[in-house]
């Protein structure tokens, strides 16, 4: 399996956005990445919770 090409705490992008690697580990073959989403403006009633956390392999990626 080849050498994973993002790193933990590193910004990538992705269609539909940009985001931060949270961890990775091997899927299929292939590096599946954790990616927490960049927040937009904070709603008037605050934050309620977690930023978006979503899994996407490496191709998906763009440094």
Known sequence: MA???FCKHQIV????GT???KGR???A???LYTIEMAQ???PEMGGIGSETIILLYEADLQS
């Open 13 to 16: 992008h992705f269609i539909g």
């Open 29 to 31: 073959g292939a590096w």
């Open 19 to 21: 985001g931060t690697i």
């Open 40 to 42: 937009g403006p904070e």
């Open 25 to 27: 580990r091997a899927s």
């Open 3 to 5: 050498i994973p090409k």
